[in-house]
């Protein structure tokens, strides 16, 4: 089994930074993407940015030029860095992850807990 572990959200003002962390534990094989998703109060989940093995990334048009996406391949982590924070980037953000697991033949995706991200004055 594949777990990820979000870390790093907050209550941050409007204009203001912060940067998500996730880690990925378990049996893995590899790591073929991670994606950011984000969802707030009786909105669907979206997706934020996503970054593949070969660090080729893609971003949603709400958050390009103020986030970016990285990925450590050699340890099973990423990150999301925001910038330039808005009123309305206040939700609950969530690693995703398509993975190998060791012993499987196909990818599997996983899901971290999520992390409150508040953006207020």
């Known amino acids: 089994q594949v777990q990820l572990v979000e870390s790093g959200g907050d209550l941050v003002q409007p204009g203001g930074s912060l940067r998500l962390s996730c880690a990925a534990s378990?049996?893995?094989?590899?790591?073929?993407?991670m994606a950011w998703y984000r969802q707030a109060p009786g909105k669907q989940r979206e997706l934020v940015a996503t970054?593949?093995?070969?660090?080729?990334?893609s971003y949603a048009d709400f958050v390009k030029g103020r986030f970016t996406i990285s990925r450590d391949n050699a340890r099973n982590t990423g990150s999301l860095q925001m910038n330039s924070l808005k009123p309305e980037d206040t939700a609950v953000y969530y690693c995703?992850?398509?993975?190998?697991?060791?012993?499987?033949?196909?990818?599997?995706?996983?899901w971290g807990q999520g992390t409150q991200v508040t953006v207020s004055s």
């Open positions: 970054i593949h093995s070969s660090l080729s990334t």
């Open positions: 378990g049996r893995i094989v590899s790591i073929i993407s």
């Open positions: 995703n992850a398509e993975a190998i697991p060791y012993g499987a033949v196909r990818s599997y995706d996983y």
